[in-house]
């Protein structure tokens, strides 16, 4: 479904958040680009993207975390609303106007790039809208994979507390012997039928806590565009699960603990606040 008749294509930004209002004409060369999707809807906690008890939208602290990570050398969020638009504007976030029935993230952002003129060589990291306090120094894995290694995609992984080995809302991923993902889950997987061959933790060897951050080449995502939906992905909803069911490879960057979570509930997004303001009181 094309964006509404009156609002801009594109509203890209140049180095790190200035604004920019023209649309691309010519290839970009930044070597890195963090593209943040959002979108107003939200079912547990609708409009969240715009919360601004901080004076600031949500969707603008997880622009300014972004452009903390050395590799960054430009923040652009992937919108589909126009109020979108507006809230970015004051705040010196440049954004770009994508369709609005793009089925999860990943679609979004491979129009995304395409609209900003990326090159295929280009590397994009996708950063979550609800994640204002996520840490430069997963970025910098996450790209650090990328570029070392002879993979499309690479995302984020730490160690799995044993508490949460059972627990559905956490993302368990499965590495080979090469640091490539071998199968996401919100199951407790691998599963250790026998109890016989734990790890030093208690857990199964190669069992991890998947992160949510990626980074992309240009031209993986212009081919993820194209890749049907998969069963493992519709039954598990995990949507990197299409990535490895079409026979594509996942380079896993290890960090050693998860940082702060994302914001899913009205409660959670309560205590960032207190979070921001006592950091700001501190700073004083």
């Known amino acids: 479904m094309p964006a509404d008749s009156d609002q801009h294509p594109t509203g890209e930004a140049g180095p790190a958040l200035e604004p920019v ?41 997880a622009a300014e975390a972004a452009a903390r990570a050395p ?16 809230a970015l504007k004051p705040h010196g976030v440049g954004h770009v106007m994508t369709r609005r029935d793009h089925q ?51 995302t984020t992984a730490c160690p799995l507390d044993p508490a949460d080995a059972g627990n559905p809302n956490v993302v368990k991923v499965v590495a080979d012997r090469s640091g490539r993902a071998m199968y996401f889950s919100r ?39 194209d890749l049907e939906p998969t069963p493992c992905e519709t039954a598990e909803r995990l949507e990197q699960l299409r990535v490895l069911e079409h026979g594509f490879p996942i380079g896993l960057a290890l960090v050693d603990r998860p940082g702060p979570p994302g914001i899913d509930t009205p409660e959670q997004y309560a205590a960032f606040v207190a979070r921001w303001k006592a950091t700001w009181k501190a700073r004083l």
């Not at 590799?71 to 507006?86: C, F, K, Y």
């Not at 734990?198 to 951050?213: A, M, T």
Request: aromatic share 4%; glycine share 8%; charged share 25%.
């Open 104 to 154: 999860n993230g990943t679609s979004r952002l491979a129009e995304a790039a395409v609209l900003l003129g990326l090159d295929d060589d280009a590397v994009v990291v996708n950063v979550q809208a609800d994640e204002p306090e996520i840490e430069p120094e997963h970025i910098e894995a996450a790209v650090g994979r990328l570029r070392a290694a002879d993979e499309p995609v690479s």
């Open 71 to 86: 590799s960054i050398g430009r923040v652009v969020v992937a919108i589909d609303d126009a109020e979108l638009a507006r």
């Open 187 to 225: 199951a407790a997987v691998p599963y250790d039928r026998d109890g016989v061959s734990p790890g030093s933790d208690g857990l199964p060897p190669g069992r991890l806590r998947h992160l949510g951050l990626y980074a992309y080449r240009v031209s993986f995502l212009r081919t993820y565009s």
């Open 21 to 61: 209002t023209e649309p691309v004409t010519e290839p970009v060369t930044e070597p890195v680009t963090a593209i943040i999707p959002a979108r107003l809807g939200s079912s547990r906690f609708p409009r969240k993207v715009l919360a601004s008890k901080t004076g600031k939208p949500l969707v603008v602290h």
